[in-house]
């Protein structure tokens, strides 16, 4: 399912039109990855929780010439399935 096709499913579920569900999607995505970079999180009961995990620095490899090379410590977005989410796929 690609944005598009979300939209249109969000549309067809809330009776909106597709416009108010793109404008809906964005505002969330948007929300979102500000409360993120807040250093914050996105708790939602049943669906899930959206947070920042911390990724210390460390050594890598070059994997072309096997040459050692430092990799910075950096923040990745994660999400986290909550229980209701994880029970209705495991049906």
Do not use: C, H, W, Y
Request: net charge positive.
């Amino acid at each position: 399912m690609n944005k598009s096709d979300l939209v249109s499913a969000i549309a067809a579920k809330s009776e909106m039109s597709k416009k108010d569900a793109e404008k809906f999607l964005k505002a969330f995505e948007e929300v979102v990855t500000e409360e993120l970079a807040n250093g914050g999180k996105v708790q939602l009961v049943g669906f899930g929780t959206f947070d920042v995990a911390e990724r210390a620095a460390r050594e890598g490899r070059n994997p072309q010439t096997g040459e050692a090379m430092p990799i910075p410590a950096s923040k990745a977005p994660r999400f986290k399935a909550g229980k209701a989410l994880k029970d209705a796929i495991n049906k």
